[in-house]
């Protein structure tokens, strides 16, 4: 069964601290893996990730995946209070019709 | 347009009524998502239309009906729900199906409450 464990569920921080949340997965022929931030709504696109190695980045954040290891990561930089929300990573497996979704991760900022 | 929009935001009904939830994207995608979320859990899928054909139904109760009128509009229909399917109920969208290639755009929501 396809599966996505996300680590930390929750991490407490102040703000100007450097975070790191972790995604692992187990999925049949896997084709993607993307990263969203949820706040009190719908989930809003942050990054999709299809090459091992390769960093994407968008401002103070950034996100790598490790194909071999079957993880990826999420760093967040000088935190702002902004930045508190549930981070949700997601992988589609090759030719299915949907995401599996992780747990997510509870990430709150506080001044 | 690149959003994906949802009516109402929220929703309170009784376990007798019937009601429709709504959701419309003009972004020309051709598979739309329902999707229920708890708090404190990740999303979980009801049902996926592909080109307004009903693609998946991941073993939803029969109290929640689906319906794609055209490429554009998704409706959920609600009718003798349980306190239990309170939730907020998250509408998504993607060029086409897998979504592996391209991510899902979602709505807003609406948050029901069912009392």
């Known amino acids: 069964e396809d599966k996505v464990v996300q680590s930390p569920l929750s991490l407490v921080v102040h703000e100007g601290d450097t975070v790191t949340l972790n995604c692992s997965y187990e999925?049949?022929?896997?084709?993607?893996l993307l990263w969203y931030k949820q706040e009190k709504k719908a989930p809003t696109f942050l990054f999709m990730l299809?090459?091992?190695?390769i960093e994407k980045k968008s401002g103070r954040l950034s996100s790598i995946l490790d194909k071999k290891e079957l993880f990826s990561i999420l760093n967040i930089t000088a935190t702002q209070t902004g930045d508190s929300a549930i981070y949700l990573c997601a992988v589609t497996p090759q030719g299915a019709q949907k995401l599996v979704f992780g747990q997510g991760t509870r990430l709150t900022i506080n001044p | 347009d690149t959003e994906v929009t949802q009516t109402p935001k929220h929703l309170v009904m009784g376990m007798t009524n019937k009601k429709s939830l709504k959701c419309e994207q003009h972004m020309g995608h051709r598979a739309m998502y329902w999707y229920k979320q708890k708090a404190k859990k990740p999303p979980e899928l009801m049902f996926v239309y592909s080109y307004e054909k009903l693609s998946i139904n991941e073993s939803v109760p029969s109290r929640f009906s689906p319906e794609c009128p055209n490429s554009s509009l998704l409706n959920l229909h609600l009718h003798a729900l349980q306190p239990e399917d309170s939730a907020l109920y998250l509408c998504?969208?993607?060029?086409?199906?897998?979504?592996?290639?391209?991510?899902?755009?979602f709505g807003s929501g609406t948050r029901l409450t069912v009392v």
């Open positions: 999925v049949t022929n896997f084709r993607s």
């Open positions: 299809t090459s091992s190695g």
């Open positions: 998504a969208s993607s060029p086409q199906i897998p979504p592996a290639n391209y991510g899902y755009t």
